[in-house]
């Protein structure tokens, strides 16, 4: 068995809750706000600059410290991340694959908005 690695991601970002999708009469698909899927692309877009190497099948910890206003539930941006995260750093948020979440808020102004993410897992 190898050795436990752990790195460390920072998000530029607003904080921003994990949207419900909604479905109306007639609709095929369900409906996801325009802004939400815009800052998934943004995140997405700066977790492929982070990270390089395959999606993790197996990840130990998920530790996400997100500095902003408070407005929003922790479990909200939490599922925000996790869902981002998919098929990119870890290959699914399941609990077969990601084992332990911890979660931190720490007030700040909106312009200094961030997500701190740190993982510990085995290659």
């Given at each position: ?13 607003p ?88 979660g ?20």
């Open positions: 068995m190898g050795r436990m690695q752990q790195a460390r991601i920072v998000l530029h970002v904080l921003m809750s994990k949207a419900r999708p909604r479905s109306f009469r007639g609709q095929t698909t369900p409906y996801m706000p325009a802004a939400y899927k815009k800052w998934k692309k943004d995140v997405r877009s700066q977790l492929a600059e982070w990270w390089t190497q395959p999606p993790l099948e197996l990840v130990n910890v998920v530790s996400m410290k997100f500095s902003g206003p408070a407005r929003a539930d922790l479990d909200n941006l939490m599922g925000a991340i996790l869902d981002c995260g998919n098929d990119l750093v870890w290959v699914d948020d399941r609990v077969s694959v990601i084992s332990r979440l911890i931190h808020h720490q007030r700040a102004k909106e312009k200094d908005a961030q997500i701190e993410l740190k993982l510990w897992y085995l290659p």
